[in-house]
């Protein structure tokens, strides 16, 4: 193994997943400003999980949304702005004329 290639800050450090408020302790040598006290009555550094094997959906076998900081509604405002949703709009326009037109048809 190579020498000085390795951190020599391990630590014990506190994860916590926030979806679903699990708590677990390890070391680690991810740097953090935030601190909580743990069970064992400890303060101990935090890092914050979006996602962790508690609430994962390989590891629960359910299928849950998770829109963290509201990334899709982030993503709509941008793509709104582009010349492929005008084109998408442009396009939707044309199918909602189109089956106007054929109920008018089939009311005929």
């Given at each position: 193994m190579?020498k000085?290639?390795h951190?020599?800050n391990?630590?014990?450090?506190v994860f916590?997943?926030?979806?679903?408020?699990?708590v677990?302790i390890?070391q680690?040598?991810?740097?953090?400003k935030?601190?909580?006290?743990?069970?064992?009555?400890?303060?101990y550094?935090?890092?914050?999980?979006?996602i962790?094997s508690?609430?994962?959906?390989?590891?629960?076998?359910k299928?849950k949304?998770?829109?963290?900081a509201?990334r899709?509604?982030?993503f709509?405002?941008?793509?709104k702005?582009?010349k492929?949703?005008?084109?998408?709009?442009?396009?939707q326009?044309a199918?909602e004329a189109?089956?106007a037109?054929?109920?008018?048809n089939?009311e005929a």
């Open positions: 190579k000085d290639i951190p020599d391990y630590r014990k450090v916590k997943d926030l979806s679903t408020d699990k677990f390890t680690s040598c991810a740097p953090s935030d601190t909580i006290v743990y069970e064992d009555g400890n303060e550094p935090l890092i914050k999980l979006e962790s508690d609430s994962h959906p390989f590891f629960t076998g299928m949304f998770v829109d963290t509201g899709i509604d982030k709509n405002k941008r793509f702005n582009t492929f949703a005008k084109a998408k709009s442009d396009e326009e199918q189109e089956d037109k054929n109920e008018e089939k």
